[in-house]
Every structure is written in C-alpha cells, then in structure tokens.
C-alpha cells in the first residue's frame, strides 16, 4: 500500500519503526530548509529505512544515538551500494530529533581541566559575559592566556598573587620574539587585560599590567588599502542583477561600498534593523556595540529589489541568506568575504586586496578628499576611538605633497 509524504515522497508502503510518526514532520523541516525534491526523497528514503532498521533492533524512540546510524550505515553498506552522501543525511534526521526534543541532546563529556585550565575558562566568562567582547576578539586572546597560564603554573594549583613583574617581562620577551608584529601586539593587549581581571577579582595587588612591555612599532606604518570609485563602479556594472545571486550581492556590496560596513556586520543584518519608516539602519558593530546609519536611497533600493525578488522563503530574520540548503544566514563574515572575492575575480578588477575592508578604506579615503573631518569619518566608521581614524591622514597623497619641504639643491 502506497504511502505519500508531504505531498511529494511517495513510498511502497507505510513507514514503521519508533521514526514512523515523525517522517513527514522531517520531510516538511528539509523542504522549507531549501533542498531540491531529489534531495528530500533521497533523505525520507533513508530515514524509512532507518527507522525500520531500529524496530528489528529493537531501539526505541528516546532511545536513538548518533552510534545507531554508524551502526545501520555499516549495515546497510553489507547490503546495497554506499551513497556518499548517506552519513550527512543521517546526521541531519539526528539534528532534527534533537532539535525538537524527541532525542536526548548530545552531552559533551566533560574532562577533568587542569587549574590553569579552569583559570582561563573563568577569564573567559568574564569576557564574554561582563565585558560583552566581540567573540573574535575572545577567541583571539585566550590561546595567549592559556599559555600564559601554563607556562607559569604547569598542571599545578594556579596562584595568581606569587606572579611578578619580571615574569610578565620574561613571557613577553619569549613569545614576542617568535610573532608576527600585529600577533605579539596582540598578545600584549590580551595579557594587560588578564592582568587587569585579576586586579579586579582581588587575587592581584599589584598593577602587574602597567609591567607588560611595549611593542617597538612605528604609528601607522603602511596606507590603508583603498579601493578606488572607479573600481567599485566597474565591480558594480558587473553584477548581473537578473539573477537572485546577482540581486543579493549587489546590495550586499553597495553596504560595504557606500556605508563602509564591516563583511560581519553585514552577514548579521536583521530584517528588523531597517527602519524604512524613517531610513535608519542599525547596525551591531564591535562589542556588541550598536550604530545608527542613514539608509541611502540608492542602498534602500537595491536592499528592496533583493527582498521583493531575489531573497528565498524563510523562517530566518537575517536580511542576506544563502543560495543553497539549508537556506540560513551567512555563519560569519567569511560568507561576505567569499562574496567580495569571487566578484572580483568575475569582474577581473585589479583591487589592492580580495577582502572586503578595502571598502571602508575606500569610503573614508573619498569622504577624506571630499573634505570630511576624521570625527566625521569615524563616526560613519563607527570607530571607538580617534586614534584609529587617525591613519587615514595618510591616504591623500596630493594634500601631503603641498605640505613638503623643497628638497636642498633643487628637485630630484
């Protein structure tokens, strides 16, 4: 007797097992995820199975673990054809199980962590729970922290009162001498803000953190990377806007073009924080930090086109979102730089880098000629502190070589 599915799997008979009654829920999840109907009947085919197999095993609902599929995968491999993409289809029915909480959730097992280990965990939390940091920014300084760590108390009790200044200066001098300049910076930032946490939690009297060495590095050694108005307008006439793929990633580069957006603070855009109303964009930019930005006409309009005709069906409130399943918003910046990139490439625009930070280099390189002052400039940058402006006094070449002594003797 013929059994159908979501109106569109059609099976030889009806499924049985301890799944029997949550296949087409799973296949209604895969549809509006986005997969192609091969896929969909590729993945309920399976789950059937599945779930037939786990009867004759005799496993029960509640009972299902990740270790049955690698078992019936084994299983079935004794009997048909392996199809390579059968151990992610299963890993997605488990995602689903757990998700609506017909299976237990996967418990982590939870290894004994040695007290430097719990040290830094606990400096962790205060990072991200009281500071609010930006989670790169956290994952950037624990490693040199957890080093720190061990390096000053081993797999023994951590006792952060026997720490003195010239340990600090010896740890610095050590690490500093194999890092990049930007990394040992870097690292001396993360331990100045470790040293201060533990100020904080009374387990330091001393002010260990004024003991942390200085970096020699000149200020500002290099121009910002800007890509030029006429390269932007070339990328721009390149992007085929026909297309959804073409419609997204027009608007997505006219953000990081005309507002000099950050690529994560577009991939993290909401449908919520466009105020049409009013044209105001609210933007998360770093530590949680949230910036008020006009909407420009010409930004609006091509954010419109790709929510009326390019942006597919779903659930998510993320403004930009994938082209293949699972449908879902980019899972960081990455997603945009990968955009950046391959538009670029496509449009065979010779552009100082393939990164999406030129963008901004080049908004404030423009604003800066069109004589914007560098509080302006920071202000549209979202910039926490002037000093981090400050480079762009760099970028206009022309305005400096007025400022330019004449050379002794004559030009040369």
């Not at 779930?51 to 009972?63: A, D, E, N």
């Not at 289809?89 to 430097?116: Q, Y």
């Not at 830094?120 to 930006?134: C, F, I, N, S």
């Not at 040992?184 to 533990?198: C, D, G, H, V, W």
Request: with cysteine; proline share 4%.
């Amino acid at each position: 007797m013929k059994c159908i599915i979501d109106n569109q799997v059609v099976l030889t008979r009806a499924p049985e097992g301890p799944l029997a009654t949550h296949i087409n829920s799973f296949a209604e999840s895969v549809r509006e995820q986005g997969y192609a109907t091969k896929s969909i009947h590729r993945k309920v085919m399976l789950a059937t199975c599945f779930s037939r197999w786990l009867k004759q095993q005799g496993v029960r609902l509640r009972g299902i673990t990740s270790d049955h599929t690698a078992r019936y995968l084994q299983y079935r491999g004794q009997q048909l054809r392996p199809h390579p993409g059968d151990a992610a289809a299963l890993r997605h029915l488990i995602d689903f199980l757990r998700h609506n909480g017909l299976i237990p959730t996967k418990e982590a097992p939870n290894p004994r962590l040695t007290p430097a280990k719990q040290c830094a965990q606990g400096y962790e939390q205060y990072l991200r729970e009281t500071r609010a940091l930006a989670n790169a920014t956290v994952i950037n300084y624990m490693p040199f922290i957890r080093e720190f760590l061990k390096r000053g108390f081993g797999n023994g009790r951590v006792t952060l009162s026997r720490l003195r200044a010239c340990d600090v200066v010896r740890f610095v001098q050590r690490e500093a001498a194999r890092l990049h300049l930007k990394r040992a910076k870097l690292m001396t930032s993360a331990l100045r803000s470790f040293l201060q946490y533990a100020r904080f939690r009374g387990e330091v009297t001393l002010d260990l953190a004024a003991a942390v060495p200085v970096v020699a590095n000149w200020s500002m050694p290099s121009i910002p990377r800007a890509i030029s108005e006429d390269q932007i307008r070339q990328l721009l006439a390149s992007i085929d806007r026909c297309t959804t793929i073409g419609l997204r990633d027009y608007a997505i580069l006219l953000l990081l073009a005309r507002l000099g957006l950050r690529s994560g603070e577009v991939a993290f855009l909401e449908l919520g924080d466009i105020d049409w109303n009013v044209g105001l964009l609210r933007v998360r930019g770093k530590s949680g930090q949230r910036n008020e930005l006009p909407l420009l006409a010409e930004v609006g309009k091509a954010i419109a086109a790709y929510l009326r005709h390019g942006r597919p069906d779903s659930s998510s409130r993320r403004v930009f979102l994938r082209t293949k399943a699972p449908i879902r918003g980019f899972k960081g910046a990455s997603g945009v730089g990968s955009i950046v990139r391959h538009s670029l490439q496509r449009a065979g625009v010779e552009a100082p880098t393939y990164g999406a930070h030129q963008f901004r280099h080049g908004l404030a390189t423009q604003m800066l000629r069109q004589g914007a002052s560098l509080a302006e400039i920071g202000e549209v940058l979202g910039h926490r502190h002037w000093q981090t402006t400050k480079i762009y006094t760099k970028v206009d070449i022309k305005a400096l070589r007025t400022l330019a002594l004449p050379w002794p003797g004559g030009a040369r």
